[in-house]
């Protein structure tokens, strides 16, 4: 496991309660703050945090132990992903076995009950396909004014989360009719804002994000102009080396 997913440490070593209640005894001082720089994180919209934030603001009313607001706010986000989640399983009319085994994976349970941006992700876009699924397979639905709006803020949402914008090009899927009069019309109501705010969201966070490793992702954007051919076969070669690992991540290791 080590090998293929170096991420994972010491998976065989159990944190015991003594720990626990140690770590509960650190509490917040105001006249020691260090801060970490983790400006290659600007990419994410503060909107990805809102669930953890607000446990966190929460928790302070009780307790000033950092331990006690993380745990707050790992359980808001998790209230959320489940919430979330559940609404996707009762509005999609198909797969719904599927969507709960994916929510239920071992990655993705882990990412719900953190305080990552990727647990706010996960269920939204779970969610988006559900609707995406519900107008391609009901006859008896269209895409009107209000299912435009909701199909709006999901997108946003999806783009300012993790600047995962691209998803609505799933939008596609649902067959042209659904949508009745103004296709083209509807479809730029609900992409556009979508895209529209991530772009705001990237010119805004340029000042202070810090590509991770010193990347530069302009140079990267012209190598791949430039040379397309290396860039593919680099690509398989990464997909094939990368392959198990990415299994091991996206199911998770109990």
């Given at each position: 496991?080590k090998?293929?997913y170096?991420m994972?440490?010491d998976?065989?070593?159990k944190?015991?309660y003594?720990?626990?209640n140690?770590s509960?005894?650190i509490v917040?001082?105001?006249?020691?703050l260090?801060?970490?720089?983790?400006?290659y994180?600007t990419?994410?919209?503060?909107l990805?945090?809102l669930?953890?934030?607000?446990?966190?603001?929460?928790?302070k009313?009780f307790?000033?132990?950092?331990y006690?607001?993380l745990?707050?706010?790992k359980l808001?986000?998790l209230?959320?992903y489940?919430?979330?989640?559940?609404?996707?399983?009762?509005?999609?009319?198909v797969?719904?076995?599927?969507f709960l085994?994916?929510l239920?994976?071992?990655?993705a349970?882990?990412?719900?009950?953190s305080?990552?941006?990727d647990?706010?992700?996960?269920?939204?876009a779970f969610?988006f396909?559900?609707?995406?699924f519900?107008f391609?397979?009901?006859?008896n639905?269209?895409?009107?004014?209000?299912?435009?709006l909701i199909f709006?803020?999901?997108?946003?949402a999806?783009?300012?989360?993790k600047?995962?914008f691209?998803?609505?090009?799933?939008?596609?899927?649902i067959?042209?009719?659904?949508?009745g009069r103004?296709?083209?019309?509807?479809?730029?109501?609900?992409?556009?804002?979508?895209?529209?705010l991530?772009?705001?969201?990237?010119?805004?966070?340029?000042?202070w994000f810090i590509p991770?490793?010193q990347?530069?992702p302009?140079?990267q954007?012209h190598?791949?102009?430039?040379?397309p051919?290396i860039?593919l076969?680099?690509?398989?070669?990464?997909?094939?080396l990368?392959?198990v690992?990415?299994l091991?991540m996206?199911?998770?290791v109990?």
């Amino acid at each position: 496991v080590k090998f293929w997913y170096p991420m994972i440490k010491d998976i065989h070593i159990k944190t015991d309660y003594a720990q626990i209640n140690k770590s509960s005894k650190i509490v917040i001082d105001k006249k020691n703050l260090q801060f970490s720089n983790q400006k290659y994180q600007t990419l994410y919209h503060p909107l990805a945090y809102l669930p953890q934030t607000i446990g966190m603001i929460f928790a302070k009313f009780f307790t000033k132990s950092v331990y006690w607001l993380l745990i707050s706010s790992k359980l808001f986000l998790l209230a959320f992903y489940i919430a979330i989640g559940y609404c996707a399983i009762r509005i999609t009319p198909v797969f719904k076995w599927l969507f709960l085994t994916l929510l239920l994976m071992p990655t993705a349970m882990s990412l719900g009950a953190s305080v990552s941006a990727d647990g706010v992700l996960i269920p939204i876009a779970f969610l988006f396909f559900a609707y995406i699924f519900k107008f391609s397979f009901d006859e008896n639905l269209y895409i009107n004014k209000n299912e435009v709006l909701i199909f709006s803020v999901l997108v946003g949402a999806l783009a300012l989360a993790k600047q995962s914008f691209l998803i609505s090009l799933f939008l596609f899927f649902i067959p042209k009719k659904k949508f009745g009069r103004f296709y083209f019309y509807k479809i730029l109501a609900i992409m556009l804002p979508g895209a529209l705010l991530a772009f705001l969201w990237s010119v805004v966070c340029q000042r202070w994000f810090i590509p991770l490793n010193q990347s530069s992702p302009v140079l990267q954007a012209h190598f791949i102009l430039q040379h397309p051919f290396i860039y593919l076969m680099t690509l398989l070669k990464t997909i094939k080396l990368c392959f198990v690992m990415w299994l091991y991540m996206v199911i998770g290791v109990l």
